[in-house]
């Protein structure tokens, strides 16, 4: 009797204790949990910095047209050898090949015509001399027979200065035409062969093109929106295509006053030597060139959102406190240069402005939600 009266006293008790227990847990604070954004989204705070810009352009390898020769024959007549290739080197007065004309011939009998007429011109005015000494002839007609003498010499310099451009001696009886370089330099293309007719006036097509490539130039590309960014004298770092481990230093030479039709840019010329003529004509290059030092913000390249031409940002404008989550705002910004990793804001963003720089587009996703 007395452990039935335990009992019914025990389990008022327990359910007491139990209820005690629960209102306890019901006061307790809930742990804060952590929502998957604040997870994610992670912020900076940007200050301006102060970089240079770099512009890098495509460029090409020429040679100095004031120091290449295209090859054209002064007279017509038919190839009859050529001992040169593109790539060698020839030097000033080389004879590179012959021509055979029959227009040598025709030089050549001037150059005898004019020598008999000067000959007989001559015999004439000393003749002329001995009577005017005798008052036989007159001041006058001695004075039409020097002039004449005179006419016939220069007609004979004529003569002869035609024989020497065309590489003949006045003894020469051939018809057959050297050809010679002009210049000392690299053969860069060769445009005819043995048998091919050339004429020396409506030929379009050269024998041979010759350059002298000790010094180079590199051209680049410089589109007009971005001549106000460098100017002649700045100094540019030049990689070529075919040697990935050469960098090259220039000047800036000159920049074109007048834009190419064809590819609507800038020339931008960059003078170099070139020892061991390692840079061939037509060669691809690129030039950097290191602009002027600016102030920018620079932000990650995670944190910028485009949409189609436009970009912007996710700036904080409350932060996170306690249960409150942080708050966002969209804002439009200019980008200057981009990078791999970071790009430059030009417009939009203020100095201790918190950027969001990773999870920028979950919170766009929650917006379009």
């Given at each position: 009797?007395?452990?039935?009266?335990?009992?019914?006293?025990?389990?008022?008790?327990?359910?007491?204790?139990?209820?005690?227990?629960?209102?306890?847990?019901?006061?307790?604070t809930p742990p804060?949990?952590?929502?998957?954004?604040?997870?994610?989204?992670?912020?900076?705070?940007?200050?301006?910095?102060?970089?240079?810009?770099?512009?890098?352009?495509?460029?090409?390898?020429?040679?100095?047209?004031?120091?290449?020769?295209?090859?054209?024959?002064?007279?017509?007549?038919?190839?009859?050898?050529?001992?040169?290739?593109?790539g060698q080197e020839v030097h000033k007065g080389q004879r590179i090949g012959t021509l055979q004309s029959s227009d040598a011939a025709q030089a050549r009998s001037d150059f005898e015509k004019a020598k008999i007429e000067t000959a007989r011109a001559d015999l004439q005015l000393n003749r002329a001399k001995e009577l005017l000494q005798h008052d036989v002839l007159a001041q006058r007609d001695y004075d039409d027979l020097k002039a004449l003498d005179d006419s016939d010499h220069s007609e004979l310099e004529r003569a002869r200065q035609a024989l020497h451009l065309l590489g003949f001696s006045e003894n020469d009886t051939s018809d057959v035409v050297p050809i010679l370089a002009p210049i000392s330099g690299v053969v860069l293309d060769?445009?005819?062969?043995?048998?091919?007719?050339q004429r020396s006036l409506d030929n379009a097509t050269a024998i041979a093109t010759i350059a002298d490539i000790d010094s180079i130039w590199?051209?680049?590309?410089?589109?007009?929106?971005?001549?106000?960014?460098?100017?002649?004298?700045?100094?540019?770092?030049?990689?070529?295509?075919g040697y990935?481990?050469?960098?090259?230093?220039?000047?800036?030479?000159?920049?074109?006053?007048?834009?190419?039709?064809?590819?609507?840019?800038?020339?931008v010329r960059v003078v170099?030597?070139?020892?061991?003529?390692?840079?061939?004509?037509?060669?691809?290059?690129?030039m950097a060139i290191a602009g002027r030092r600016h102030n920018v913000i620079i932000v990650p390249a995670a944190a910028v959102i485009q949409n189609g031409h436009d970009a912007f940002v996710y700036v904080q404008t409350v932060?996170?406190?306690?249960?409150?989550?942080?708050?966002?705002?969209?804002?439009?910004?200019t980008l200057g240069e981009t990078h791999a990793d970071n790009d430059e804001i030009i417009q939009g963003l203020n100095e201790g402005d918190i950027v969001v720089t990773a999870g920028a587009e979950l919170l766009r996703a929650e917006e379009a939600q």
């Open positions: 009797m007395k452990r039935q009266t335990l009992s019914l006293f025990a389990a008022p008790v327990a359910a007491l204790v139990m209820l005690s227990v629960a209102a306890c847990r019901r006061d307790e804060q949990t952590v929502t998957p954004k604040e997870q994610v989204v992670e912020t900076a705070t940007v200050h301006p910095q102060q970089v240079a810009s770099q512009l890098v352009l495509p460029a090409r390898i020429t040679a100095n047209p004031t120091q290449m020769v295209h090859i054209y024959p002064l007279i017509s007549g038919r190839v009859l050898s050529l001992s040169i290739l593109p060769v445009g005819t062969g043995p048998g091919e007719l590199i051209v680049g590309d410089l589109y007009p929106r971005d001549q106000g960014s460098i100017r002649a004298g700045d100094h540019t770092d030049i990689t070529v295509n990935p481990d050469l960098t090259l230093h220039g000047l800036i030479d000159n920049i074109s006053d007048s834009v190419d039709p064809v590819s609507m840019t800038l020339k170099l030597p070139n020892p061991g003529h390692r840079l061939k004509p037509q060669m691809y290059a690129n932060p996170a406190s306690g249960s409150t989550p942080a708050k966002y705002v969209q804002r439009a910004v």
